[in-house]
């Protein structure tokens, strides 16, 4: 069974830096995306940015310049860098890993993310 494990979530100042980290309890170099989601109070869940196994990042509107993710093979690690943080970007974020038949099959717990203004 995969697990996913966030952590780095927290509070802080708008305007300071948080990043995110998600470990997977398997190899993660044959995964063929990864994805961080996020979801705010009273909010439906949103996309915030992938990655895939080679090629191109892609990030939402919302948080492109200020946001970047990457991924560790080598440490079975996702990371999500945030700079620049909004109060909006109050949340809980989510990663997600391995894409197939139009979802994400593994998900982790979540972590929290607070941005005081």
């Known amino acids: 069974q995969v697990r996913l494990v966030e952590s780095g979530g927290g509070l802080v100042q708008a305007g300071g830096s948080l990043r995110l980290s998600c470990a997977a309890s398997?190899?993660?170099?044959?995964?063929?995306?990864m994805a961080w989601y996020r979801q705010a109070p009273g909010k439906q869940r949103e996309f915030v940015a992938q990655?895939?196994?080679?090629?191109?990042?892609y990030y939402s509107d919302s948080v492109k310049g200020r946001f970047t993710i990457s991924r560790d093979n080598a440490k079975n690690t996702l990371y999500l860098e945030m700079n620049s943080l909004k109060p909006e970007d109050t949340a809980v974020y989510y990663c997600a890993a391995v894409y197939s038949e139009g979802e994400y099959r593994y998900w982790g717990q979540g972590t929290q993310v607070t941005v005081s203004s």
């Open positions: 398997r190899s993660i170099f044959s995964w063929n995306l």
């Open positions: 990655i895939p196994a080679a090629g191109n990042t």
